[in-house]
């Protein structure tokens, strides 16, 4: 359903984002701040950069809406924890999956720091790759 991928979206003229995205499909945690309650246990990531990120969800969110997520990696033993609020979250199969987009809000030294580290092992791991 959706294709995996690991190449870093640049900034272009129709490119409206300050930071680049690494397109990467880790899995996430995710819950409304308003209802921590209601944990959704496991998504798709679909791409991340130091200012956002675009993740699959099974509901639709509102805008503004604050959430907290938790990223894991093969890269990483534990696990990070992000902070953000809602952009926009589409459709994509009726009824089911929506792309939700989330701008971050906090991001703490070891958030700052595991992007940053994702980013550049890609971003250099792709210098010498052969598509």
């Known amino acids: ?3 995996k991928t690991h190449r870093l979206q640049h900034k272009t ?9 690494l397109e990467r499909n880790f899995i996430l945690s995710y819950f409304d701040k308003a209802r921590p309650e209601t944990k959704f246990e496991l998504t798709q ?3 991340i950069g130091k200012g956002g990120m675009c993740f699959v969800t099974s509901q639709k969110f509102e ?5 907290e997520l938790e990223l894991k990696t093969p890269y990483l033993a ?7 609020r809602v952009l926009e979250s ?10 939700t987009r989330l701008q971050f809000e906090f991001l703490d030294p070891k958030g700052e720091f ?13 210098k010498g790759a052969h598509d």
Do not use: S
């Open 63 to 67: 805008p503004g809406t604050k959430m």
């Open 90 to 99: 589409h459709e994509k199969v009726e009824g089911m999956l929506y792309e």
């Open 13 to 21: 003229e129709k490119e409206r984002r300050q930071n680049p995205r």
């Open 45 to 47: 990531l679909k791409n």
């Open 1 to 3: 359903m959706y294709k």
């Open 114 to 126: 595991l992007l940053a580290k994702l980013i550049e092992f890609f971003v250099n791991g792709e």
């Open 78 to 84: 534990e696990a990070t924890y992000l902070e953000g």
